[in-house]
């Protein structure tokens, strides 16, 4: 007894997804009529039926309006008629494979696209199971209310000069009505700054790209190692290739200098690197303005070096006289100090060498308030 309730179980299951299946591959048409009895203003799409649902009874009046409606499979029957204004223009797919034919054929099924633009547009992965049949399309263009792309530079705004190698960021806005156009980024050698290439330059594209979505900002990191040096113009183009292509150039230049030495991070001396890191003693001294080294002062046998603060204070000399600017020579040691840090008042004191003073500027009192008015030590 179980075996047959087991059986006739299999047999309903199966009956059942058979069914529905059926109904998964249930196919549905549409009709679209410019002129149906329950249309108060034939041929005026944005006038309908108050009915209108698709049916043979309701039909759409806009060819539009059935394609939105239909899902894979289903067919979009068209009535004999000239078929204009929104929604007969520029009938996209979106992708659903389709079909759209008229019911009486080409000679009797008219879309008058009035310049406004394309009778049919397909660009969402359509295959060959969209169908299109029967129509005489006439007074298309891709140059009507579909409109050109249009781009615009944002970054650089402003000249940045960068050695080779540095990044530079660049970004634009880009719209295009019917989503197909394509961005390339390119800069190019502009001494002149005309915005044309300078004599024997070349048009270096950096980036081709499909155009995103309407409004929104895109940007590219450029890497210009590799680049010569000199001044460059950066562009951008978007073309869609049905409008002519739209140029734009960024307000800013790139100026490229060569590299005279890698980067080199002086807070690791001491730590990464060998040497030390000298401090400066007073606040806005600017320590490090000018330095030099290589000579023997001392004649010791060692190599010594300078460093001038250039608006170190001499507070000994006078306090609260300065600042006026200090020099201090660092007498060359063989091996190394054993302090990866060393504070630049304590040459002569633990570090051997000599601090040196600026010459203390006459009348330097005014009134009881320090105003020397001094430029400070500005070379060794």
């Known amino acids: 007894m179980s075996g047959l309730l087991s ?8 009956i059942g997804m058979l069914a529905a299946a059926g109904d998964a591959c249930a196919q549905t048409t549409w009709y679209v009529d410019d002129d149906a009895p329950g249309d108060p203003n034939a041929g005026d799409p944005t006038s309908s039926d108050p009915n209108e649902d698709g049916s043979a009874a309701h039909p759409f009046d806009a060819i539009g309006e059935g394609i939105n409606a239909a899902v894979n499979g289903d067919t979009v029957l068209v009535l004999d008629g000239t078929y204009t204004g929104a929604g007969n223009y520029n009938l996209d797919f979106g992708g659903r494979l389709i079909t759209v034919r008229s019911a009486g054929g080409a000679a009797n099924c008219v879309i008058d696209c009035q310049g406004a633009g394309r009778g049919f547009y397909f660009h969402n992965g359509e295959t060959a199971a969209a169908v299109v049949e029967g129509f005489t399309i006439t007074n298309g263009s891709t140059n009507g209310n579909e409109g050109a792309p249009t781009i615009t530079m944002i970054m650089p705004t402003t000249d940045q000069s960068v050695f080779q190698g540095d990044a530079v960021d660049i970004s634009w806005v880009d719209t295009d009505p019917d989503d197909n156009a394509e961005v390339t980024v390119f800069v190019f050698l502009d001494e002149d700054r005309n915005h044309s290439p300078d004599p024997g330059a070349v048009t270096l594209k950096l980036l081709i790209t499909s155009e995103d979505p309407d409004g929104a900002s895109d940007i590219y990191t450029w890497l210009t190692a590799g680049f010569e040096e000199g001044t460059y113009t950066v562009g951008a183009t978007i073309d869609d290739y049905d409008n002519p292509p739209v140029v734009d150039f960024a307000l800013g230049q790139v100026i490229i200098s060569a590299q005279q030495c890698p ?7 001491g730590a990464r690197f060998a040497g030390i890191l000298w401090r400066g003693w007073n606040s806005g001294d600017m320590a490090g303005y000018a330095l030099d080294g290589g000579m023997d ?4 046998g060692f190599d010594d070096m300078i460093i001038i603060s250039r608006f170190g204070d ?13 020099g201090y020579l660092i007498y060359g040691q063989q091996g190394r100090l054993v302090e990866p840090e060393q504070e630049l008042n304590s040459v002569a004191a633990v570090i051997p060498g000599t601090i040196y003073a600026a010459p203390r500027p006459v009348d330097i009192y005014v009134g009881g308030v320090t105003d020397n008015g001094s430029s400070g030590i500005m070379s060794v």
């Open 7 to 14: 059986h006739r179980m299999l047999v309903v299951l199966l």
């Open 263 to 269: 980067p080199l991070d002086l807070g690791r001396i």
């Open 297 to 300: 002062v001392n004649g010791d």
């Open 314 to 326: 001499p507070f000994y000399l006078r306090p609260g006289a300065g600042p006026w600017g200090e």
